[in-house]
């Protein structure tokens, strides 16, 4: 009986000691799918993008509401987005940066509110993908995340996506 209390208490203290995962407060990103989303009409109209991300003080995301919304997270300010694409069209066979009518920024809401916490996991965020005035059908996306104390991530570049127009 005493040789398992024991070994028990070993495991339970052995079990206690083992490190909780720690990663670094500037936002790490890594590219994980992009699946593509057909309209009615057989097109690629959208696509939904995922990433994963790791974070050492769980401070990614924004409320719609309070502090999220005062500089530098007002309305007029670039840190209103705490997410940051941009749109490369395959021309000619060379990718050029393309301003698409309407910007695709976001707004990741708020992951975790007990900072700081090392946090980890997937996001995924829908696109418009097709560009409907280029004749060009093969794009990638380039993009990055910033966390409430403006730490830019890593730039992930997606791999070649050829759409159907």
Known sequence: MKKSILFLLVALLFWSCIPEEKYSVIPHTEFVSLEKIPNSFGSDDKAMLTFY?????????LNSEGSDLLPPFDTSSIYYYN???????????????????????ARIPRLSNRTPESIHGNIEIELFINNITSIYDTIRFEFYIVDRALHHSNIITTPEIKIIK
């Open 53 to 61: 991300f790791e974070d050492g003080d769980g401070d990614i995301g």
């Open 83 to 105: 997410f940051f694409i941009d749109y490369y069209e395959k021309q000619n066979g060379t990718f050029v940066k393309v301003d698409l009518p309407a910007e695709q920024h």
